[in-house]
């Protein structure tokens, strides 16, 4: 005798197929663009004005011969405006330093007002391109100067001066050294303003 048992409604359904897990959203990067920005053009500031001011400084005078008369010695003074390269390094990291402030409170207001940094951060990737090609070729020029006055050139008679001007020398040494740790924070400023310039036009 067939059986008049009729199959239940709810077993009968065929089984719904698993849903696919969902993964979580991906959490926010926690870098903090706006506190680096910050940090780093401050950092640039004080490498700027310290490379200007060790330059400006730079002053020695010593009793050297006179290359016309090499039994002649006078007191000859060497200072950075003696030179039209150095006179240039300073007018360069000068306009930097002045640059650096400006971008700093740019980048304040930034971070206060984060619906106007994409147009900032556009703005920050141009100039800070820009500044890194003149703090490069200002650096390029002080220490071709530099290099010459430590090592002179015998081909076209230069003779070097750094033996007798030390303290004049390690001055210029040391401002082109921070002048190109000063380009240094630059690239890495352009590399940040268009990498998280990206990453908003991205989301």
């Known amino acids: 005798m067939a059986s008049t048992d009729k199959p239940d409604p709810e077993t009968a359904k065929p089984a719904s197929p698993p849903k696919p897990e969902v993964p979580p959203p991906a959490s926010k990067c926690p870098f903090n663009y706006s506190a680096v920005d910050v940090a780093l053009r401050v950092l640039l500031f004080a490498a700027t004005v310290t490379s200007v001011v060790v330059m400006v400084t730079s002053k020695q005078t010593e009793v050297v011969p006179l290359p016309t008369m090499p039994t002649v010695r006078v007191p000859l003074p060497a200072k950075f405006s003696h030179s039209p390269a150095l006179i240039y390094f300073v007018a360069a990291l000068s306009v930097t330093g002045l640059y650096s402030i400006i971008t700093t409170l740019a980048s304040i207001s930034v971070a206060l007002k984060p619906a106007y940094s994409k147009g900032f ?8 391109v820009v500044f890194v090609g003149i703090v490069a070729s200002a650096t390029g020029a002080a220490g071709g100067v530099a290099y ?3 090592k002179g ?5 230069w003779n070097k001066i750094c033996n007798a001007y030390d303290k004049f020398c390690r ?12 380009a240094i924070l630059l690239v890495l400023l352009s590399m940040m303003s268009t990498f998280t310039l990206y990453k908003k036009i991205r989301d």
């Open 148 to 150: 010459i006055g430590l």
């Open 121 to 128: 951060l556009l703005v920050f990737a141009f100039l800070d």
């Open 153 to 157: 050139n015998n081909h076209v008679g």
């Open 171 to 182: 001055y210029v040494g040391s401002s082109v050294a921070l002048s190109l740790f000063a």
